[in-house]
Antibody, heavy 120, light 108 residues
């Protein structure tokens, strides 16, 4: 079964850091581009970041650029999101998602998400 | 920054056809994708590359494109189709991913 499982969310104070993980199984992780997408409570989906299959190319939404870092460990079939200098507006459910091989930036497999709450 | 515009809500009766639009300047050059999200669940891809349907998605879901507008059509709407629907594309450079604001589909 193709599966993505996020972990690492929690409550953190403004200015703090968290590292999210996304464990992939059931497919060849090392050949897939991957994304992080977030959703604030009661709000819509917002793309956060993407990484290519080798981990050599990344891009970020302007709202997180310079604060978040996406990375991957293909040997461990795991995607990461290092989040620094967290703000209240980063509070959201964070989803990892697979980019399918039919081309274009899109997401055909999603995890169930992990919740990040930034509050004092 | 690049934006995709969707109507906040659409309502239809069971068995009718629902059409949800998404407008954006780069849609003539970039493919659009559609996701369905039910409360408390992760999104599900229902249309890719403007009009292709992933395996497992019912045939009543279809997509089309015309100029700067793409449309998700749900024919013979069922109660289980009540959900939020999001369009998604990329900016003109193909670097950034963008989602529309979402449309809440209500089945009356």
């Amino acid at each position: 079964e193709v599966q993505l499982v996020e972990s690492g969310g929690g409550l953190v104070q403004p200015g703090g850091s968290l590292r999210l993980s996304c464990a992939a199984s059931g497919f060849t992780f090392s050949t897939c581009w991957m994304h992080w997408v977030r959703q604030a409570p009661g709000k819509g989906l917002v793309w956060v970041s993407r990484i290519n299959s080798e981990g050599s190319s990344t891009s970020y939404a302007d709202s997180v650029k310079g604060r978040f870092t996406i990375s991957r460990d293909n040997a461990k079939n795991t995607l990461y999101l290092q989040m620094n200098s967290l703000r209240a507006e980063d509070t959201a459910v964070y989803y990892c998602a697979r980019n399918p091989d039919w081309g274009g930036y899109n997401m055909d497999v999603w995890g169930k998400g992990t919740t990040v709450t930034v509050s004092s | 920054s690049y934006e995709l515009t969707q109507p906040p809500s659409v309502s239809v009766s069971p068995g009718q056809t629902a059409r949800i639009t998404c407008s954006g300047d780069t849609l003539p050059k970039q493919y659009a994708y559609w996701y369905q999200q039910k409360p408390g669940q992760a999104p599900v891809l229902v249309i890719y590359k403007d009009s292709e349907r992933p395996s497992g998605i019912p045939e009543r879901f279809s997509g089309s494109s015309s100029g700067t507008t793409v449309t998700l059509t749900i024919s013979g709407v069922q109660a289980e189709d009540e959900a939020d629907y999001y369009c998604q594309s990329a900016d003109s450079s193909g670097t950034y991913v963008v989602f529309g604001g979402g449309t809440k589909l209500t089945v009356l």
